[in-house]
């Protein structure tokens, strides 16, 4: 599953690999209900990266609220990590959330997860917090970090 991809609009047709992909990145992942309420919700944003053959090489999921943005869950599949899939995707949701008029764009990550943290402030987000306990499986802390799309030091896409 490498080479290039293309991210497009998910549907409630891509639930099923979401969940695929869920159970495969995450000790705690969404459940397929979750994942479909979360697609129902009022200014919900949902890509997929498709792989050259087709197949969906990850996801993300997210919401705009007024002007704020958050990310709910992005994943990419095992044998695609490392490959700029998970960069596409977040560099794709926050063209469209910009677009949508939010300001800014919030997310919880794994203290522990340190690529996705280096993915996450390679375009600017920075630490707003921390919540103690968030993860249950296992049971970790969460990094809470915001990425203001109006700043000179955000680094993505401009569109």
């Not at 958050?70 to 949701?93: D, F, K, N, S, V």
């Not at 920075?126 to 049971?139: E, F, T």
């Not at 970790?140 to 700043?151: F, K, T």
């Amino acid at each position: 599953m490498g080479g290039p991809c293309r991210v497009r609009r998910a549907s409630f047709a891509d639930l099923p690999v979401f969940d695929v992909l869920e159970r495969a990145s995450f000790a705690d992942p969404w459940t397929p209900a979750q994942l479909q309420e979360a697609l129902s919700w009022t200014g919900a944003v949902a890509l997929v990266a498709e792989a050259g053959d087709g197949t969906v090489a990850g996801y993300v999921l997210g919401r705009v609220i007024v002007d704020e943005a958050e990310i709910l869950t992005i994943a990419t599949h095992p044998g695609a990590r490392r490959q700029g899939i998970g960069g596409a995707l977040l560099g794709a949701l926050l063209a469209e959330v910009r677009q949508r008029g939010a300001h800014a764009v919030w997310l919880e990550v794994r203290v522990s997860n340190e690529a996705a943290r280096a993915m996450y402030q390679g375009v600017g987000f920075v630490a707003a917090g921390l919540r103690k306990g968030y993860y249950r499986q296992p049971v970790e802390d969460a990094l809470v970090l915001r990425l203001d799309l109006q700043s000179p030091a955000f680094q993505g896409t401009s569109t």
